[in-house]
């Protein structure tokens, strides 16, 4: 069975923390996402990766990074989280350019 | 700029009965595909359905239709015969060929089926 893997479904984390959200797929796929998802505002891309070593920005990248060393892992980074950074994190992954989405289970973070 | 619209925040429907949400989408590019996501209450993204721009019918799996109207910049989901299990989030989505083929999501829709 085909899987996307984020490492923690509940975090809470005080201002100022460095963050990493873990995301592990299984099925080779070349392009995988971080968005966050808010009440009333959907689901906004933080970045995306089509490849090791490659990133793009998404929509809001601000106050974010990520990495990846490895095809089947993408980390979303909070160098100094802020409460504003209070979320759903939900980690994607897609073969190719085209087709479906395959997501994670998500990371709910809390930022006091 | 690219975009997706979902104006509606909330739905009621019928068990049984048809519903339709709406879905708006702006776009340059020539070349994208527009999908639908389902959110149930646990949480997890469920891919429904999609449909290509060059696509000349409408997209369909099962209960699911998509309306594509091209010139207007619509892909409204249809769900034939809701059923109670259909109550949830429903996202639109728009990937671009252009942009590095990112997909972004619109509000989404949150349906509630009533018995």
């Known amino acids: 069975d085909v899987k996307v893997t984020q490492s923690s479904r509940y975090l809470v984390k005080r201002t100022g923390e460095k963050v990493f959200l873990e995301c592990v797929q299984d099925?080779?796929?070349?392009?995988m996402f971080w968005y966050r998802q808010d009440p009333g505002l959907g689901l906004r891309l933080i970045y995306f990766?089509?490849?090791?070593?490659?990133?793009e920005k998404g929509d809001i990248p601000e106050g974010y990074s990520v990495s990846r060393e490895k095809k089947e892992r993408f980390s979303l980074i909070l160098e100094s989280a802020s409460t504003n950074q209070t979320s759903m994190y939900l980690c994607?992954?897609?073969?190719?350019?085209?087709?479906?989405?395959?997501f994670g289970e998500g990371s709910r973070l809390t930022v006091l | 700029a690219q975009k997706i619209t979902q104006t509606q925040p909330g739905m009621f429907v019928q068990e049984k009965e048809a519903v339709t949400l709406d879905c708006t989408y702006d776009t340059s590019d020539p070349s994208y595909g527009l999908f639908w996501y389902k959110q149930p209450s646990s949480g997890e993204m469920i891919f429904l359905i999609y449909q290509g721009s060059y696509d000349q019918q409408n997209a369909t799996e099962g209960r699911y239709s998509l309306n594509f109207q091209k010139a207007r910049k619509s892909a409204n989901l249809v769900i034939s015969a809701s059923q109670l299990g259909d109550s949830a989030m429903y996202f639109c989505a728009m990937r671009e060929a252009g942009g590095g083929f990112k997909t972004i999501f619109g509000a989404g829709t949150r349906l509630f089926v009533k018995a």
């Open positions: 994607a992954s897609r073969r190719g350019q085209a087709g479906e989405l395959f």
């Open positions: 099925m080779d796929h070349e392009n």
């Open positions: 990766s089509y490849d090791v070593k490659m990133k």
